[in-house]
């Protein structure tokens, strides 16, 4: 599924009433299917993240996101935002959520070379890994893991240094109904964002819990370098072929042991296997201990509070490369 031009109307109005409840505020993004606004819902007096698409027969990828954070938030995560409510309205099916503050992939770009330092990319990692981990507790794979799908929290000084996890459309789960995991037939449909997916899947491979792991490597090898070597193809073939020359290997051999390390880790998990999670973060702790890193330092969105200010919202991707 590509996304749709992300100059199209708005679905909901700005400055107006929906569904006697929720203030429309401002639209925050566009993605694939849907459109994400601001709003201030009257009766509970709080602000909050309105995520709506046309409604359809056929199950909307807003059920299923739905369903899927309801199943994240039964895990107690952190790093899941808290759904509200949802339902349709005027022909719009819709889900509102916790407002949260901005994307990773806004706060790397505004950033020295577009780049974090050490310091904070170890904590973050640390983060999204965890995020990741209690995903997979919940029985689902999220299958487009990118930078801009993880978010800092909004308001408190701890919610601004919490990494939330977004975006469940395209989230998958991987155990059936008898609780063992799904096995891999036939060849799969390419799903996820061609910057971060990784070979398997750009091989029609079906996507495991290792698959969301090695999307997270390219997270982190981007928040290091500040940029990927495919960033700017546009072509299946041709970023498959960029990656294939570019191996993970390749690309982490001038990077702390820790990162080699997660790379070789990873080449040993295979499509049922279960990540070593703890491992992983073990890895990233101990970079931190190496380098002097403590986890109560500044991260590098919080050493400027008037930049920060300015980002504001501008948290949802309205140029995802999703299909």
């Not at 308001?155 to 989230?171: E, H, P, S, V």
């Not at 036939?186 to 090695?214: K, N, V």
């Amino acid at each position: 599924m590509g996304p749709k031009n992300a100059r199209e109307k708005n679905y909901l109005e700005l400055q107006t009433l929906a569904d006697d409840r929720w203030f429309i505020m401002a639209k925050l993004g566009q993605g694939g299917y849907g459109q994400v606004f601001k709003a201030y819902e009257i009766k509970k007096k709080r602000y909050v993240a309105m995520k709506v698409e046309k409604a359809s027969d056929a199950r909307s990828h807003i059920d299923l996101e739905v369903e899927v954070l309801q199943k994240y938030m039964g895990t107690r995560s952190r790093h899941c935002p808290e759904l509200y409510s949802s339902g349709q309205w005027k022909g719009f099916s819709y889900y509102t959520f916790q407002l949260l503050g901005v994307n990773l992939s806004t706060l790397r770009k505004a950033c020295p070379g577009s780049s974090f330092t050490a310091s904070t990319v170890h904590r973050v990692a640390i983060q999204c890994i965890e995020a990741i981990r209690d995903l997979h507790s919940a029985c689902y794979i999220h299958r487009d893991i990118k930078t801009s799908n993880f978010m800092i929290g909004y308001g408190t000084k701890a919610m601004m240094r919490c990494i939330y996890l977004i975006d469940f459309g395209l989230a998958r789960r991987y155990i059936n109904e008898d609780g063992k995991h799904y096995e891999e037939k036939g060849m799969a449909t390419f799903r996820g964002t061609l910057r971060y997916a990784s070979i398997a899947t750009h091989e029609l491979q079906h996507q495991g819990r290792r698959d969301d792991f090695w999307s997270l490597l390219y997270v982190i090898i981007e928040m290091i370098k500040g940029s990927l070597p495919w960033a700017k193809m546009s072509s299946r073939n041709e970023v498959y072929r960029c990656k294939m020359e570019n191996s993970p290997e390749k690309l982490a051999a001038d990077m702390p042991n820790g990162i080699r390390d997660m790379v070789l880790y990873l080449d040993t998990v295979s499509f049922a296997d279960e990540p070593n999670y703890t491992f992983m973060i073990d890895l990233f702790k101990g970079m931190m201990q190496i380098e002097g890193v403590k986890e109560d330092d500044d991260y590098d969105w919080e050493k400027s509070r008037d930049q920060l200010s300015k980002l504001k919202h501008t948290s949802f991707d309205a140029k995802k490369k999703t299909v």
